[in-house]
DNA sequence: ATTGCGCCCTA
DNA sequence: GTAGGGCGCAATG
């Protein structure tokens, strides 16, 4: 006899997730139904389930026979009575979804299924009575939810859960996954680890794992809190006895209530079926197009308001293949083909992709369906793999794979593909056409979080990606990816190709509706091989010189700090803020003194300039202070740090730059930071003249100048500013003259001031603390200001309505960034989030022009036969070329006319782009 | 061994 | 007031 099956949808719980997972919808009358769209085909998804014996991807779990949507009725439950401070810190829900909350009930109406609430309880307590009742009836159930609380309630056979955002069953092995324990454990494990969100208070210094192992050890709740006593950690032995009251409380606030009568009887809840009435009119209303198709059975829409949900389907790593035969591979490289497209990532022994070395190469045909082909497993020979285990020669490989990465026909697609490239570029193969998921996701979404793999695998496919730690191990048991068993391997390497295709069936899509096309195609894509060549290429220091300045730079440190103690009557640590401002303030009794909020003096440097007006032993202190900051400084960040970045194969430095981290389209520098060289004093610029060119080359260093304000003035269209710049006058100059009626170095430089002040994102707060007036002062130029350039005025009232109300700006070039912070409850998020908006598309266009500049020189300068100059680093506004001597003169004209030109032909700009250009044996020498 | 903070280098 | 990265210290595990 076939069981009644009871489906419990936790609609508040789901309707949360979908908000945050699904993008930003609104229905046609303009309301915003995202989420709505979402919990209306997860419904009908259950709904068509229940004429299938048997879920396809769970064994047994059939569909429902019966099945209720339960929502919460009111915040205040007798939790609250319990313990006035449950989720009392709960943030309010999002402005957005707060109208979506009401329509879930019309659409549960709309489906003819019964929606169930009840006044003091909460969701998860009328799932948990219901559920006791439909077992103790002998039925199966299953709560559609992916809550912590609510797995409590599973039952091995009888009671499981259902995650419909990956389609996945959760039941007691999960629990055990997730918190080492069985779920009728769960509760003690949720009491002692507590819950900031809801404020269940827990025990303080217990989080996830310490709960998990201590009822572990000890079976209960109680059992751990009897054994405090002797548990050998002082503190966790401490939190425990003193906060045992609250572990109880916690206890309690977690515990499901089941035992309250039923609103509705369980037979009430039965499936009779989906009327078409009233859910065609409620699709209709809404303007679900694709949904009203499929319930009428007619044409597909030409345009569906909602995107097609993909159906997500669980990561099955034991899916994967290790290839390991010719066969195989050439099965592989059939289905890449027969595929179009693919994903292919690279494993090596090294995050340095100059000494790294090609381990292996993974491969995604279909979502879920990856292989991994190991090259160089074992290769060192080592505990970990007994034997070297059989790969394919990688020399076949490669020579099978280039016509696939080289056919002008097929896609590839990577995760950070820039990496991939320059991996597959030392082999002999250069891959093309390919897209990049990371860039993807940062012409998307640039400001709404990360875009490394990890961050994108949780945001859309709400997947844990396996950690390289978990393979890899951490600390000094670390080894490189060739010491890895191939069956571990495996399962990291072609999930990570997986992801990467997966990601790419979510995001691709939306390119041309979201209008990122433009930036992704004409400025970031093909940005990746120019970077990539210049990682490569790297940069020549001259080691013998930063070791001298590191060695006179220390002996000047060591002489200040004999100066320094003496002065201050005692030893100790002056790189220490906290000790330097507890001599300067306590010991020597500077006046003055603000404290931050981890309570330390601040001794930043215009705190110690401040002090180093005096004249006592603190004035000296401060001083001497400021000269050994500078100095060690620059010794620790660079003339040591410089050295050991040496590459030891190519004996320069390599840089690498990061394409999707900075909110605005810059890129950024790491390892080492080549963006960030000192140049502002005569001691840091010693650093830049050890950036030098090999013998018969020099350095060519060509920047913008002034570009930020130039674009300024034309995206405000600013007629005085336009013209200055057109007759190539002074800008700081003309702005004094036009505030002050005057220019002289006093004005001038005031004015200066203001113009960054504008370009950062103008307060009146900020710009009276840098010109060291009152902030009534500062107001009164700011509105001189826009009264002069009334055109700045309505920028920024412009970008600001902008952001408030679509919550991104853009560039230009159409870069986004996208500031969620506008719509904050705060007034200092919200003008912060405003600052960033009139910031983003000055300081975003710059990005986007030096990038097309980038992105063209290669070929400008080889038409031009300049076959030896290379483009090495690129510092914002700043491009840094070595050339060989005998093609200095004629790079020059080629660097500026490609620089000076950049935004043509897709921008056009009301203001000439100017570029300052120099050489010299060094870069130092080159400004 | 990892993490947050204060500080400071760049455009 | 914008955008970054990295160092040493001091407090965690």
């Avoid at 995050?351 to 995604?364: E, P, T």
């Avoid at 103690?565 to 003194?593: C, M, N, W, Y």
Wanted: aromatic content about 6%; hydrophobic content about 40%; glycine content about 8%.
């Amino acid at each position: 006899m076939a069981a009644n099956h009871l489906y419990l949808v936790d609609g508040s719980g789901y309707i949360f997730r979908a908000y945050h997972r699904l993008p930003p919808l609104t229905n046609r009358h303009g309301v915003p139904a995202g989420a709505v769209y979402g919990f209306t085909t997860m419904l009908w998804k259950l709904v068509e389930d229940l004429n299938k014996p048997v879920l396809s991807d769970v064994e047994g779990a059939g569909g429902p026979t019966h099945l209720a949507v339960i929502l919460d009725a009111s915040s205040k439950t007798f939790r609250n009575d319990m313990y006035d401070q449950y989720k009392a810190h709960r943030p309010p829900p999002p402005e957005d979804l707060v109208p979506q909350f009401p329509l879930i009930r019309v659409a549960t109406r709309a489906f003819s299924i019964p929606c169930i609430e009840e006044v003091g309880l909460e969701a998860d307590d009328i799932i948990a009575c219901y559920s006791k009742a439909a077992l103790a009836a002998g039925w199966q159930v299953t709560i559609v939810s992916s809550d912590k609380d609510l797995m409590q309630l599973i039952e091995p056979g009888r009671l499981d859960m259902l995650d419909t955002m990956n389609n996945r069953r959760l039941g007691a092995e999960h629990v055990r996954e997730k918190f080492g324990v069985a779920p009728e454990q769960l509760g003690d494990v949720l009491a002692l680890m507590g819950d900031s969100v809801d404020n269940v208070p827990g025990v303080p210094g217990v989080g996830p794992k310490t709960a998990s192992e201590l009822i572990q050890t000890y079976g209960t709740l109680e059992a751990v809190l009897a054994a405090a006593p002797e548990i050998k950690k002082p503190k966790l032995r401490q939190n425990l006895i003193d906060h045992a009251d609250n572990a109880r409380l916690s206890r309690e606030l977690v515990r499901l209530v089941c035992d309250r009568p039923l609103p509705e009887p369980l037979e009430a809840l039965a499936m009779k079926g989906i009327p078409p009435e009233p859910l065609k009119a409620f699709l209709t209303d809404m303007g679900f197009r694709s949904l009203l198709t499929k319930l009428s059975g007619a044409e597909a829409a030409t345009e569906a308001i909602a995107p097609r949900v993909e159906d997500a389907q669980p990561f099955v790593h034991k899916d994967y293949e290790t290839v390991v035969t010719e066969a195989d591979l050439d099965r592989w490289i059939e289905a890449a083909r027969a595929a179009g497209r693919f994903a292919v990532d690279t494993e090596t022994d090294h995050v340095d992709c100059v000494r790294a070395k090609l381990v292996g190469i993974s491969l995604a045909t279909q979502p879920g369906k990856a292989c991994y082909i190991p090259l160089a497993h074992g290769d060192a020979g080592d505990d970990l793999l007994a034997e070297k285990p059989v790969q394919l020669d990688p020399a076949l490989v490669l020579a099978k794979l280039k016509p696939l990465l080289e056919d002008p026909s097929l896609l590839k697609i990577g995760q950070n593909i820039k990496y991939d490239l320059i991996m597959f570029r030392k082999n002999g193969v250069d891959i093309a056409p390919y897209d990049d998921t990371m860039l993807l996701s940062y012409d998307l979404d640039a400001g709404l979080g990360g875009h490394g793999m990890d961050d994108l695998a949780k945001r859309h496919l709400d997947h844990a990606c396996i950690e390289f730690k978990a393979v890899c191990g951490t600390g000094k048991a670390q080894v490189t990816f060739d010491k890895v068993p191939l069956d571990k391997a495996t399962e990291y390497a072609a999930e990570d190709a997986d992801v990467t295709l997966r990601l790419w069936h979510r995001l691709k899509p939306r390119l041309g509706r979201e209008s990122a096309t433009r930036v992704y195609e004409l400025v970031d894509r093909p940005l990746v091989p120019v970077i990539a060549e210049m990682e490569r290429a790297g940069i020549l220091v001259d080691r013998a010189e930063l070791s001298r300045l590191s060695t006179e730079f220390g002996h000047e440190i060591t002489r200040l700090e004999g100066v320094i103690h003496t002065a201050a009557q005692g030893p100790f640590t002056i790189g220490s803020p906290k000790q330097l401002g507890e001599v300067l303030f306590d010991r020597l009794g500077a006046a003055g003194g603000r404290k931050g909020k981890s309570g330390v003096y601040s001794t930043d440097v215009t705190e110690l300039e401040r002090i180093g007006l005096g004249d006592d032993a603190a004035a000296e202190v401060a001083r001497l202070a400021l000269e050994w900051r500078q100095l060690s400084k620059l010794k620790s960040t660079y003339t040591d740090a410089l050295q050991e970045e040496i590459n030891s194969v190519s004996g320069r430095v390599h840089t690498s730059f990061s394409m999707a981290v900075a909110q605005t389209g810059r890129l950024s520098s790491t390892e080492p930071n080549l963006q960030n060289i000192p140049i502002r004093t005569e001691t840091g610029r010693r650093i830049r003249q050890a950036f030098v060119a090999p013998a018969g080359y020099s350095l060519i260093s060509a920047d913008y100048s002034q570009i930020e304000l130039r674009l300024a003035a034309h995206m405000a269209d600013v007629p005085q500013l336009r013209e200055a710049f057109a007759n190539g006058d002074d800008i700081h100059s003309l702005t004094a003259q036009e505030l002050f009626g005057e220019v002289n170095r006093e004005t001038r430089g005031r004015a200066k001031t203001i113009n960054f002040a504008i370009l950062y994102g103008i307060s009146s707060w900020g710009l009276a603390g840098r010109l060291g007036v009152d902030r009534t002062e500062a107001q009164a130029i700011i509105d001189r200001y826009f009264d002069r350039f009334p055109g700045v005025q309505t920028y920024i009232a412009e970008t600001v309505a902008k952001v408030r109300e679509l919550g991104f700006v853009t560039t230009l070039f159409g870069r986004k960034t996208h500031l969620p912070g506008a719509k904050a409850k705060t007034v200092g998020e919200r003008q912060s989030a405003e600052r960033q908006a009139i910031n983003a598309p000055i300081q975003g266009t710059c990005a986007d022009i030096i990038k097309r500049a980038m992105i063209r020189m290669p070929a400008a300068l080889a038409e031009a036969g300049l076959t030896g100059t290379r483009m090495l680093l690129q510092v914002h506004d700043e491009l840094v070329f070595e050339a060989p001597d005998g093609e200095v003169e004629a790079a020059k004209p080629v660097i500026l006319r490609v620089m000076a030109g950049a935004a043509e032909p897709h921008v056009t700009l009301s203001v000439p782009l100017g570029v300052e250009i120099g050489h010299g044996p060094s870069w130092g020498a080159a400004h």
